[in-house]
């Protein structure tokens, strides 16, 4: 319980999670603080975060799940014979850099095993936290502070930075185009992925001026392009994703407005820059 509340970065994200109500992980919660004898979590209007004290006990608690995991495979004989990294991505990196990465990585380092979980960068800088994955692809929008206000900083190694467009429907009203100004996106459709108050709102042009009009609601890269090329609106995607559209897809750059830069990057915890973990930020750099 206590991991998954550090990762999920609320009670209600982590009993979705666990399968729990709400009120349940809030009472299990300040049962562990009864038996702790200290405040474990800091309750924030935009979540929950751990104290210090449960910055400890997490620590403790991971070590503890680790060595169970350990007797199980010396307890059945199945010692491992890869060396497991656990790594974490935004949705944009999956469909052009992580396939790469890992075809790098096979010729390269046969012996690595990666296993990958999609998140946004706040959920995954806190999974990098709480110890759930050993390295996340993360995004940034300048003037690029780090992904986290925690201490230590996490450690950056940089992939490329990459333009923000739109992409719309290849029969649509911007057919033809390969740019568009930000006065006529003021009245689009917009496909966007569901956000809440500590998660940013993808999808949307972050510079257009007004309130934009969401018709549809989608966290799948696949279902929301597939819905612009139906001509069921418009969204926004880096540039870097351009080779990865589905037909019927085009993507404009903005016009009259400042371009939107992102910046992709590798984070990992400071002092964990292991051989597995330097070969997969390796093999993400090279991509």
Do not use: N
Request: aromatic fraction near 4%; charged fraction near 20%.
């Amino acid at each position: 319980m206590l991991c998954q509340i550090a990762e999920s970065g609320s009670f209600t994200a982590a009993a979705a999670q666990l399968g729990y109500t709400q009120s349940a992980v809030s009472r299990q919660a300040v049962a562990l603080e009864r038996d702790a004898g200290a405040t474990l979590f800091e309750r924030r209007t935009d979540g929950v975060r751990l104290t210090q004290p449960g910055l400890t006990l997490l620590r403790h608690a991971r070590t503890i799940l680790e060595s169970v995991d350990a007797a199980e495979r010396d307890l059945t004989g199945a010692a491992p014979r890869t060396e497991l990294v656990r790594l974490g991505l935004v949705p944009s990196a999956g469909p052009v850099i992580l396939p790469a990465a890992l075809d790098r990585l096979a010729r390269t380092a046969p012996r690595v095993q990666v296993t990958t979980r999609e998140g946004t960068t706040p959920s995954l800088a806190r999974a990098l936290r709480t110890g759930s994955i050993d390295v996340a692809v993360l995004t940034s929008r300048p003037p690029h502070r780090p992904p986290d206000g925690e201490s230590p900083r996490l450690h950056i190694t940089t992939v490329r930075d990459t333009e923000l467009l739109v992409a719309a429907s290849a029969t649509g009203s911007f057919a033809g185009r390969t740019s568009v100004h930000v006065d006529e996106l003021v009245d689009a459709p917009w496909i966007a992925t569901p956000s809440s108050s500590a998660e940013p709102l993808l999808g949307v042009w972050p510079g257009l001026p007004g309130r934009a009009r969401i018709v549809h609601s989608a966290r799948d890269w696949l279902t929301k392009l597939r819905l612009v090329a139906g001509g069921f609106g418009v969204t926004t995607i880096p540039e870097g994703l351009s080779p990865a559209v589905p037909p019927g897809v085009i993507s404009l750059r903005v016009q009259g407005a400042p371009p939107e830069i992102r910046r992709i990057f590798v984070a990992r915890l400071p002092g964990t820059g292991t051989p597995t973990i330097t070969a997969v930020t390796r093999a993400i750099t090279s991509t």
